[in-house]
């Protein structure tokens, strides 16, 4: 499960360094393809949660796809906003080449983002470890 983890995090560096490597240069992310990439780089680690847990596979699928996409979701957004100079909450500028989530969560009141990201970090896990 260590394995799973370590994978994830390697995903959000690698991520993290294409991101801002475009960010530098001026070049637009297309955030709805590069998602798709990630959702297929997250797929070894899924694999592993889904294997680990003793919950039928039409549970643990969806439970560890979650989980995983969660974690990506907030230690990505977060820390590219830190690396950027801005406060980790910061959902992006909104035009016609932001992505749909920037657009639904710069319409919500703050308190609202940070509680649904946390959600997003927290809840899968619960589920996940106390099914175990």
Known sequence: MIAAYLWVCAIIYLKLKHDLKKWKQGKTINHLKEWIQVAIASIPAIIVFKTCSPLPWYFSVP????????????????????????????????????????????????????VIKAAALTVPPTFYFVTR
């Open 63 to 114: 439970l560890s796809a979650c989980m995983v996409m969660g974690f990506i979701w907030f230690f990505f957004d977060g820390l590219y906003n830190k690396k950027r100079g801005i406060y980790w909450w910061f959902t992006g500028t909104i035009g016609p080449w932001s992505s749909k989530v920037d657009v639904l969560l710069s319409k919500i009141p703050g308190w609202l983002h940070v």
